[in-house]
């Protein structure tokens, strides 16, 4: 079975940066997209940004275009987090789906292996 961990998240003033990662382990298959998605107290799950398989493909939520940057490097995967805001405050959740042509969908019942998220507070 595929696992997901992800780290990195903790506290930020509104302007600053940070980066958190998904690490994959146990039953990783071959090839599988990867999604980040976020939920806020009292909201639904928002999907953020994606990433496929070899990378070649990338998708971004109008709300973080030019703010959030998706990456992979072997079994993680990073969202660089830049210019944040109050309103990106959420727990990060990644998500995984197996196979070579699965897309970059930021819908979450796209997914099938999801790890226990990483809280990221944005605040004065």
């Known amino acids: 079975q595929l696992q997901l961990v992800e780290s990195g998240g903790g506290f930020v003033q509104p302007g600053g940066s940070l980066r958190i990662s998904c690490a994959a382990s146990?039953?990783?298959?071959?090839?599988?997209?990867v999604a980040w998605f976020r939920q806020a107290p009292g909201k639904e799950r928002e999907g953020v940004s994606a990433i496929t398989s070899i990378g070649s493909t990338t998708n971004y939520a109008d709300s973080v275009k030019g703010r959030f940057t998706i990456s992979r490097d072997k079994s993680t995967v990073y969202l660089q987090m830049n210019s944040l805001q109050p309103e990106d405050t959420a727990v990060y959740y990644c998500?995984?789906?197996?196979?070579?042509?699965?897309?970059?969908?930021?819908?979450?019942?796209?997914?099938?292996?999801w790890g226990q998220g990483t809280q990221v507070t944005v605040s004065s």
């Open positions: 998500a995984a789906k197996g196979g070579l042509f699965a897309p970059a969908s930021l819908t979450p019942q796209f997914y099938d292996s």
């Open positions: 146990g039953s990783t298959p071959a090839f599988y997209s």
